[in-house]
């Protein structure tokens, strides 16, 4: 297994497993990826992929860098927007490998801090990041309303 940045003529595999993780989001994942690939790059600043033996890509990690992130001391933060491994794939380490190459980018960057979120009932999520080293820091329900 191989983890490096994305590559265009991945976009509709990278596309595929954006649907999977964001069902809700499916109408904007075309026009993201062909944003990111144009050059527009603040978010998402960055997108690896995760290989398979035969090549075929079977997850991603989507980052960022972000000015502010809950329980952060800094004020430019490597931000994992997006993590995603197909479940065949699942339990084998591809999501530790994504996670520490999105690390190492964090660091590349010059951040000294790496933060994510997931949805407080997404306790699969939670528990592969406590697994990976992230701490919990805050809980919190987001409101909005039309104006």
């Known amino acids: 297994m191989k983890v490096r940045p ?3 003529r991945e976009a509709a595999d990278w596309e595929r497993m954006r ?3 964001w ?3 499916e109408a904007d994942h075309a026009r993201d990826i062909v944003r990111f ?10 997108v690896l992929v995760a290989l398979a033996d035969e090549g075929q890509p079977v997850g991603f990690a989507e980052l960022s860098i972000r000015p502010y992130a809950e ?3 800094t ?3 490597a931000y994992l927007e997006g993590w995603f491994v197909e479940s065949a794939h699942r339990r084998r380490g591809v999501g530790r490998a994504l996670v520490a190459a999105a690390e190492a980018w964090g660091r590349a960057q010059g951040c000294t801090e790496f933060a994510s979120d997931t949805e407080l009932h997404n306790e699969v999520s939670a528990t592969a990041h406590a697994a990976l080293g992230f701490e919990e820091v ?5 409101f909005r309303k039309e104006l």
Request: include cysteine.
């Open 23 to 25: 069902p809700s989001a």
């Open 37 to 46: 690939f144009e050059g527009e790059r603040d978010n998402p600043s960055e």
């Open 71 to 73: 329980g952060c001391e």
């Open 138 to 142: 805050e809980r919190i329900i987001c």
């Open 75 to 77: 004020r430019r933060v």
């Open 6 to 8: 994305i590559e265009q």
């Open 19 to 21: 649907k999977a993780l």
